[in-house]
Each structure stands twice: as C-alpha cells, then as structure tokens.
C-alpha cells in the first residue's frame, strides 16, 4: 500500500508560542465539510487569531480561516465557522479542569495531515506577561547573536 504524506505541516501558530507557555498537546481530529478539505490539502488555512472553546462537553476550534476552494462552486463552506474537534471525553474533562485554573487558554499550535486525515495539535498554555515575553527576545537575540559570531569565526 502507497504511503500518503505524514505529519506535512499546512499551518502553525507561531502566535501561541509567543503569548503563552505551552504546557501540555494533544492530538485533536477536525469535523470537516466537503470543500474544506481540499483548501486545506492545499495549504489554504490560518491558526493565527484561532481558539479552542469548549461548550456542551466538546471542544471547538474557532476563528480558524480556511480559504473557499476555487472550484467549489456553490458546495463551498464558511471560511470562519465553527468546527468540532474530535477528542476523547476523557481528555476534554482534563482540560475542562485544567482550564478552570487562573490564565490557562487551550490554543492550537498547528495543523497538518496525518494518514490522510487533517489533525490539529493544541495546547494548554498560560499567558506569558510582557517581561516573560520581553526575556524570551532577549534570549532569541543572543543566540542569534552567538551563531554570527561562530559562523563568521569559522569562514
């Protein structure tokens, strides 16, 4: 049997590692509709404003954009609805009591397909504050600079 493409990144938020500490991922499968799919295969989607809500003992990812494919006609989709997450009861009752704690959100991190099927990884990240954020660049900055100065020592 052929293999299909694993874990090929479509989208990642690079927001989320930003604004928060990611904790803890999980794994999540999307409830998807018929066009959307195909915008995704091709790249056409964005986690950058996206969120995880649970209502009703589900969780739903919203905000997420997933552009109209071109040749969907009248079958297309919303590019911003709602869509269902497919996670175990077990875990959406794991996060249901980790949420309660003051500053955790649930984000997604990114999005790709997996055996043929579009998965999403979140995950539960507390807000950083802006001198977490700030020390974060300070630290990108001088490794940075670090490798500058190894590359150019080595030439």
Known sequence: MAKKHDDKVLAQNKKASHDYFIE????????LQGTE??????????????FVRIRNNEAWLSNMHVSPYEQGNRFNHD?????KLLIHKKQINELIGKTKRDGYTIVPLKMYIKNGYAKVLIGLGKGKKDYDKRHDMK???AKREIERAFKSRNQ
Not at 79 to 83: A, E, H, I, K, N
């Open 24 to 31: 803890d991922t999980i794994e999540a499968g999307l409830v």
């Open 37 to 50: 799919i195909k915008s995704i295969r091709n790249g056409r989607v964005q986690l950058k404003d996206s």
């Open 139 to 141: 630290k990108k900055e």
């Open 79 to 83: 590019p911003l609805r709602s869509r």
